[in-house]
């Protein structure tokens, strides 16, 4: 069974940054991709990022392009979220994801192309 553990969420004030980690466990990673979405109140869960086990090639939404960044640490299954030039819009619950499909270059923005979720961290951005 697939395990997601994120941490690293909080308070910070804009144009702060934020590092999220997503810990897995369950099975081996090494192909396959891995996501990072967001929810806010009252809001539909959106994509943030994507990144591919394998190649390490990246996914973004337009609304985080060249603010954050996705990364991942094959040998501790850890993927991250940095977030820089944070803003109040970005304030959300974000979730870590683990992708459905395999493949050494696949990337999803998609929910449903996604199996497992985590908790949840909630990032909080004060105007």
């Known amino acids: 069974q697939v395990q997601l553990e994120e941490s690293g969420g909080g308070l910070v004030q804009a144009g702060g940054s934020l590092r999220l980690s997503c810990a897995a466990s369950g099975r081996a990673f090494s192909s396959g991709y891995m996501g990072w979405f967001r929810q806010a109140p009252g809001k539909e869960r959106e994509f943030v990022a994507a990144i591919n086990w394998a190649r390490g090639n990246t996914y973004y939404a337009d609304s985080v392009k060249g603010r954050f960044t996705i990364s991942r640490d094959n040998a501790k299954n850890t993927v991250y979220l940095q977030m820089n030039s944070l803003k109040p819009e970005d304030t959300a619950v974000y979730y870590c994801?683990?992708?459905?499909?395999?493949?050494?270059?696949?990337?999803?923005?998609?929910?449903?192309?996604?199996?497992?979720w985590g908790q949840g961290t909630q990032v909080t951005v004060s105007s």
């Open positions: 994801a683990a992708g459905r499909y395999g493949g050494t270059w696949s990337v999803s923005g998609r929910l449903d192309d996604y199996a497992y």
